[in-house]
């Protein structure tokens, strides 16, 4: 399988002193209902990386954030991340799943919604009755404002979040990630239903929080456009293979006819977007194609 | 029945309305009602189901006329009922197209209780007060044996939320990540929904089925229009559940209508006058 | 059994409310509004005693209350629906008023008022006559053949009412025409049903037929032919078995169909293997 890693990723090269890879994955394969969904994928994602997740619908992208997660157990390979199993390393992953979006009626404020994030699992009467318990409020009061103002939320976190637009609400809902102090962020498909400027802004907020944060950001998308410009590297997935590497180098029409085993070409428009023609958008079963000699 | 008169002179009117016994066991009952309606109706009023709260609520109706039928205590009939009722309606909760199935089945359940309770009704015409008084229930003549199980299921269902209180908030506004974060949310769904059947057991005893409805959805919606935060919220959806039922009480004391309608109106009232303010304001 | 002018009555005027809620409630389900219509059902209730206090005729009240609560509940929302709360809120205080207006009718006419709100509570449809059943075919059939004439730009409005409106289609005016439509058939029903099983014939076939089906046109055939058929069955087991109320039987009869497709759903998933 190609791999278009940068050289000092690839496997074998020589380790020497770098840290910790925020994640690493080693031949891992995902069988569901008995059919492969991913086959021998490997990847590995330094911190600080902002990496895209593209491919056709049905090609395993939501697996593969579900395999980092621990969601869904491995057939083969291994997930690593931090250096720990998926399971243990829950806590550093921050995730934003898709949603449906929020009813206009809910009536709950942005502020709360990232609360929730923190202590929305927490069992129990929410009483700071010790001093240290007060200390501990007062600095997960602290986090919370930090977050919504690193995410630019502080002039409607006050609104129920019923009333606000897509693009508001995505951002509250990265604060609501980040609360947790999260050393990759997971976001499937968050671009879904925005319009451009607001994908191009939000895309550009995760930019800014993969570098300040050192937090690894990475993207399930449809369109690749509006992150061009901000993404270090992306991941190709199709026919449950997975290719990555900078944009220039993966999506090109030999990259990505060998990955899909089919004709593809990809165009440049004139104000530089890319178009991938030729992808198949139904889930490709194996066995029932031949792939082109 | 003795005919009390309202006085200019405030004490004196509250020391009549403590003077007898089942008038104190009447406020008694209603302050633990009020909130144990407010706390839970808050949730309730969040998540939307108000419809499943009324249906509910009905479900005395067939409880009540079923246990006399079968010559079950009455109590044990209202349990039955409200809890047979909450799973029959948590079948569709999160299913497909849900909004859809869920009310279809809200109301399927509720038609065909009160068609039993009917039924029950005409086969043995036995039935303590008739079906207005199921409905619309009396606060006289609550016994201290009744208010003290009244405070039990309270104190139960009071803590129980208190302490299931942030993941349940968690599951009912952004049930998609709770469940990422492996919140048990369709259990928490089924709970919720046990929880607000017993509550209704317990109170509409005492208060009729349809009242139980007005203090469950009123003071909360009132509270909710005034602030978004939620401990803010419940504690004022009790201070406005505790002020509806004791001037509703008050009133009835010294009037001859029924309490049940005073409490409805005041709750309703309370909420118009809140909209209007919040309207007034904007 | 059909020698009998009750009984005759008792079909005619069914059969037109079973229609009428069978097609209504299919809509009505789909635009989950069922809990609109069940508070509709109870002001109904109000507007009945209401009408026996004054003095005037049962139909009247019922009509008058119904379809000004209608259109308060349309006036409240966005596209002619109101949200659940304030459904909620309005219902519980109708109903205040509705335990006011049975106490004073209890003192006015000692012993009548009972049965008075048992009637439009659960309906006395083995009781109606001439002039009662005229009136319940006649606004039925007219609402129901409204309903169908509309049922396309309903439908659309329904469904996905941005583009409904992008299409010129007047989403609000349709929204409060059917909440009043909802109204009409509702103070109707309430003399055969009763109130407050009103909701159940608007529900339950309404509920089976979309269980069973995603298809438009066979959906509503499918909701109005249960109703009709929950009636007759009802109606009958009912005359042969006299300790059963009818409406107990017919709301039973439709619940059973509602649980019936909604297990056949069931087992038609588990049956078929998942594609894709």
């Given at each position: 399988m190609a791999s278009l890693a940068a050289p000092e990723d690839r496997p074998g090269a020589p380790s020497g002193h770098r840290p910790l890879n925020a994640l690493s994955l080693q031949d891992a394969s995902v069988r569901l209902g008995g059919r492969p969904i991913l086959t021998a994928v490997n990847l590995e994602v330094s911190q600080g990386e902002f990496i895209a997740v593209l491919g056709p619908n049905g090609a395993g992208k939501s697996t593969l954030m579900r395999a980092i997660l621990g969601l869904v157990p491995l057939a083969a390979g291994s997930v690593r991340v931090l250096g720990r199993p998926p399971v243990q390393a829950r806590p550093l992953i921050g995730y934003l799943p898709q949603r449906h979006g929020f009813d206009?009626?809910?009536?709950?404020?942005g502020l709360d919604l990232v609360r929730l994030g923190l202590d929305g699992t927490r069992w129990g009467v929410p009483l700071a009755i010790t001093p240290s318990a007060r200390t501990r409020r007062r600095a997960e009061r602290q986090r919370i404002a930090d977050m919504i103002a690193l995410v630019g939320a502080e002039s409607y976190?006050?609104?129920?979040?019923?009333?606000?637009s897509g693009g508001e609400q995505q951002r509250l809902l990265i604060a609501q990630a980040l609360v947790r102090r999260p050393r990759i962020l997971i976001l499937d498909e968050p671009l879904d239903g925005l319009d451009l400027p607001n994908q191009t802004s939000v895309a550009a907020l995760l930019r800014r929080i993969a570098s300040s944060e050192e937090v690894s950001v990475l993207l399930v998308a449809h369109d690749v456009n509006p992150l061009l410009e901000y993404l270090d590297r992306v991941i190709y997935l199709a026919s449950g293979r997975a290719l990555t590497g900078p944009v220039q180098a993966v999506i090109t029409a030999p990259t990505l006819s060998e990955l899909y085993g089919a004709q593809i070409e990809v165009l440049k428009t004139g104000d530089g977007r890319l178009v991938v023609v030729g992808a198949p958008e139904a889930p490709h079963h194996h066995g029932t194609r031949h792939p082109e000699p | 029945m003795i005919n009390p008169s309202f006085s200019p002179d405030l004490l004196y009117d509250l020391r009549q309305l403590f003077s007898f016994p089942f008038m104190v066991n009447a406020l008694e009952a209603g302050t633990i009602v009020a909130v144990l309606a407010a706390v839970v109706g808050w949730y309730m009023v969040l998540r939307r189901q108000a419809f499943a709260g009324h249906t509910l609520a009905v479900m005395s109706f067939p409880g009540a006329t079923g246990a006399a039928l079968a010559g079950l205590p009455g109590v044990l009939g209202y349990y039955l009922a409200c809890v047979g009722a909450a799973l029959a309606m948590r079948g569709s909760r999160r299913g497909t197209g849900s909004r859809v199935t869920e009310t279809a089945t809200i109301g399927t359940v509720q038609a065909v209780g009160l068609a039993a309770g009917f039924l029950f009704l005409s086969l043995n015409q036995n039935v303590l007060g008739g079906p207005e008084t199921l409905l619309f229930g009396t606060f006289l003549g609550v016994t201290q044996g009744q208010v003290l199980s009244l405070l039990g299921v309270a104190l139960a269902a009071v803590i129980g939320l208190a302490v299931a209180s942030r993941p349940l908030l968690l599951a009912s506004v952004d049930p998609e990540l709770a469940e990422a974060r492996g919140v048990a949310v369709s259990w928490l769904d089924l709970g919720f929904l046990l929880l607000l059947g017993l509550a209704v057991a317990a109170t509409s005893q005492i208060t009729g089925a349809l009242l139980v409805f007005a203090l469950l959805v009123a003071p909360p919606a009132t509270a909710q229009l005034i602030t978004l935060r939620p401990w803010l919220g419940m504690a004022l959806s009790v201070v406005f559940g505790l002020v509806i039922v004791w001037l509703g009480l008050a009133a009835a004391y010294f009037s001859p209508y029924p309490v049940g309608f005073f409490i409805t109106t005041f709750a309703f009232a309370l909420y118009v006058l809140v909209a209007v303010w919040r309207w007034v304001r904007s | 059994m059909f020698a009998h002018d009750f009984v005759r009555n008792a079909y005619l005027a069914g059969t037109f409310v079973a229609l009428a809620c069978g097609t209504a409630g299919w809509l009505v389900v789909l635009r989950a509004q069922v809990f609109a219509g069940d508070a509709l059902s109870h002001v109904a209730f109000v507007g009945a005693i209401a009408a026996a206090l004054i003095g005037v005729a049962e139909p009247l009240g019922l009509l008058v209350a119904t379809l000004v609560v209608a259109a308060g509940m349309a006036g409240l929302g966005q596209r002619g629906a109101a949200d659940d709360t304030s459904i909620g809120i309005t219902f519980a205080w109708i109903l205040g008023i509705g335990i006011l207006l049975i106490t004073l009718l209890a003192r006015s006419t000692a012993g009548g008022s009972g049965i008075a709100a048992t009637n439009a509570l659960f309906g006395s449809i083995y009781s109606l006559g001439a002039q009662d059943t005229i009136l319940a075919v006649v606004a039925c059939g007219v609402v129901a053949v409204l309903v169908l004439v509309s049922f396309r730009p309903l439908l659309l409005a329904s469904l996905d009412s941005q583009m409904a409106l992008a299409r010129g289609v007047r989403v609000r005016l349709l929204g409060v025409g059917f909440l009043l439509a909802l109204g009409v058939i509702t103070a109707e029903s309430t003399q055969a049903v009763g109130a407050l099983l009103l909701l159940g014939l608007l529900a339950a076939p309404a509920g089976a037929a979309h269980q069973l089906t995603a298809r438009p046109y066979v959906g509503l055939a499918l909701s109005a032919g249960l109703a009709v058929g929950a009636m007759w069955a009802g109606l009958a087991l009912s005359y042969q078995i006299p300790s059963l109320p009818p409406s107990s039987a017919i709301i039973g009869l439709a619940a059973a169909a509602y649980g019936l497709a909604a297990l056949a759903r069931r087992f038609r998933w588990r049956a078929a293997p998942r594609s894709g």
């Open positions: 206009r009626a809910v009536r709950i404020r976190a006050h609104r129920p979040v019923g009333e606000l | - | -």
